[in-house]
């Protein structure tokens, strides 16, 4: 059974920063390409960004490219992302979902989810 765990999100301040990682098990991690997917009041479902099996490919949406890092650890079958730069319209549910999607909207399973709220 494919699981995907997120976690990391949180309350910040615009311009601050956050780490978010998802754990990966029930599939072997390192033969898929994975992506990162958020749900905002203003756009719907967004594939933000995604990254090949080996690392060395990334997608980012226009929204994020600049601010926003995908990267993954084989090893410890964990997909990661770290935001900095955050602004109010990030505010979201984020959720790892398994392929590389971008930038397609993700159909593939999905992680629960965690929120992510940027707010003065």
């Known amino acids: 059974e494919v699981q995907l765990v997120e976690s990391g999100g949180g309350l910040v301040q615009p311009g601050g920063s956050l780490r978010l990682s998802c754990a990966a098990s029930g599939f072997p991690f390192s033969s898929y390409g994975m992506s990162w997917v958020r749900q905002t009041p203003g756009k719907g479902l967004e594939t933000v960004s995604s990254?090949?099996?080996?690392?060395?490919?990334?997608y980012y949406a226009d929204s994020v490219n600049g601010r926003f890092t995908i990267s993954r650890d084989n090893a410890k079958n964990t997909l990661y992302l770290q935001l900095n730069s955050l602004k109010t319209e990030d505010t979201g549910m984020y959720y790892c979902?398994?392929?590389?999607?971008?930038?397609?909207?993700?159909?593939?399973?999905r992680g629960q989810g965690t929120q992510v709220t940027v707010s003065s």
């Open positions: 990254i090949n099996l080996a690392g060395n490919n990334r």
């Open positions: 979902a398994r392929g590389f999607w971008g930038p397609a909207v993700a159909l593939g399973p």
